[in-house]
């Protein structure tokens, strides 16, 4: 079993920039392929940022290419998001996920969630 712990959400204003953390624990997260996924309010969950297991490749949906960069330390058992020039559109609840498998990468049927963070974005 994997558990996932999201971090680093809060409250900013458009154009500003947040980091997001994914603390695993239970089991190395070596093996998984790790993304990022958001929900908005009343809107589907959307895939938004993938990492193979040895950190590359990287898939990222198209509204958040050049803004957004997703990483991992495998040896802290941990995945990042960084997020830059943030938009009001990127208001959702982040969560952390983990699969096995990568397969279609965009794909969001992982194995395991983490509780999600908030993140609001003013205008």
């Known amino acids: 079993q994997v558990q996932l712990v999201e971090s680093g959400g809060g409250l900013v204003q458009a154009g500003g920039s947040l980091r997001l953390s994914c603390a695993a624990s239970?089991?190395?997260?070596?093996?998984?392929?790790m993304s990022w996924v958001r929900q908005a309010p009343g809107k589907e969950r959307e895939f938004v940022a993938g990492?193979?297991?040895?950190?590359?490749?990287?898939y990222y949906v198209d509204s958040v290419k050049d803004r957004f960069t997703i990483s991992r330390d495998n040896a802290k058992n941990t995945v990042y998001l960084q997020m830059n020039s943030l938009k009001p559109e990127d208001t959702a609840v982040y969560y952390c996920?983990?699969?096995?498998?990568?397969?279609?990468?965009?794909?969001?049927?992982?194995?395991?969630w983490g509780q999600g963070t908030q993140v609001t974005v003013s205008s």
């Open positions: 990492i193979s297991s040895y950190g590359s490749p990287t």
């Open positions: 996920a983990a699969r096995l498998g990568v397969g279609v990468p965009t794909r969001i049927d992982n194995n395991y």
């Open positions: 239970g089991r190395t997260v070596t093996r998984y392929y």
